[in-house]
């Protein structure tokens, strides 16, 4: 569905990405992980057309056709929508008009109004809220709001970037769900994110990038069993690690 060919983009003089190649197949939740910094959302930015002159080497194509070069408008006309960090929801709009936001390139009004329901059925809370501003809701109330104005759109691919950051654990479950639900209901999904766990959990494929290229990439479950994953991205050490931890602090501590 989305091919990404040796891609090289800049900010500046800093070397972002560094010949990136990604494949995400239809139907399938794709899980980029890394720590800050890495260029997981440049990705994404890139993709989208929203960097300036990007990207600088490389070919980017959906559904057969290059879009790199492409501005961000056409690239939504053809059925990417993106979740950006931070949510960046209209804050003085309400709800409902985020909403009908999200749906600026349609013009069929009756099925815009279907969809705005079926939002309200993934995200009751929305409906509870809608005539009520964006910018007055809480952090994973606009996490919530961000994803349904991006599928307002129909996409037949979502970019989620980091759709946990800053939200309690009970939040990121609840979000972690709904995109599962959506996925099963069949938009390919792109995930940027840092909580490996949970992006493992429910992904299909996970690709781990350091410093602007991709350093391992494998099935979530198997990605899941690594133990350098495990240590370096889940907080899990290895038992001898954690033994080797353990008299480094002793070492330490009679110093």
Do not use: C, H
């Amino acid at each position: 569905m989305l091919e990404i060919q040796n891609v090289e983009t800049f900010y500046g003089l800093i070397y972002a990405l560094r010949g990136v190649s990604l494949a995400v197949n239809e139907g399938t939740i794709t899980a980029i992980l890394g720590n800050n910094g890495a260029g997981k959302s440049t990705i994404l930015k890139t993709v989208m057309g929203l960097l300036d002159d990007q990207p600088d080497k490389g070919r980017i194509e959906f559904l057969g056709k290059r879009i790199d070069g492409k501005d961000p408008e056409v690239i939504v006309r053809r059925g990417i929508s993106y979740v950006p960090e931070g949510r960046e929801v209209f804050e003085e709009l309400s709800v409902k008009e985020n909403l009908q936001m999200g749906a600026y390139i349609r013009s069929d009004r009756a099925g815009i109004r279907e969809d705005i329901n079926k939002i309200y059925a993934y995200f009751p809370v929305l409906k509870q809220r809608e005539n009520q501003w964006a910018g007055t809701l809480s952090g994973g109330e606009q996490q919530m709001l961000a994803i349904g104005r991006a599928l307002m759109n129909r996409p037949k691919l979502l970019f989620l970037d980091e759709p946990s950051l800053g939200l309690s654990p009970i939040l990121v479950k609840e979000i972690f769900k709904i995109v599962t639900a959506i996925n099963e209901e069949g938009v390919t999904i792109l995930l940027v994110e840092q909580n490996a766990r949970m992006a493992l959990n429910i992904s299909d494929i996970g690709l781990i990038l350091e410093n602007g290229r991709f350093v391992m990439k494998g099935k979530s479950e198997e990605l899941m069993e690594d133990k350098d994953v495990k240590e370096f991205y889940m907080g899990i050490r290895s038992e001898e690690s954690a033994k080797g931890f353990q008299r480094w602090k002793r070492k330490k501590r009679w110093r």
